[in-house]
């Protein structure tokens, strides 16, 4: 499931990074579509065996603190990697910046 779920993501997010241009000003919706599949995906494989095993096998409070933990080291690197990227790059963000990170 999880394998499966990692080459879907790949493929989805293949085809909305080298066909961003022509996806977002000629189908929009093709490409909410397709981004949303991303979704699907990451759910349907990663994030079920990431969530569902742990929740089954470690006591609850270990699974409560632990992710929080988790879950505020995420957001800290988020914001760190969203505010410091331009000041690392020199450049500031640009719809040419997201069409490369896309």
Do not use: D
Request: proline share 6%; with cysteine; glycine share 12%.
């Amino acid at each position: 499931v999880q394998m499966q779920g990692y080459v879907n993501m790949i493929v989805w997010f293949g085809i909305c990074g080298f066909c961003y241009n022509y996806l977002k000003t000629n189908m929009p919706f093709m490409f909410l579509a397709v981004y949303g599949l991303t979704f699907f995906f990451s759910n349907f494989g990663p994030n079920l065996t990431t969530y569902v095993i742990p929740g089954e096998i470690f006591p609850t409070q270990a699974k409560a603190t632990l992710h929080g933990m988790s879950a505020a080291s995420g957001k800290l690197g988020a914001f760190l990697g969203a505010s410091c990227m331009p000041w690392i790059s020199g450049q500031p963000v640009t719809g040419a910046g997201i069409e490369r990170v896309m």
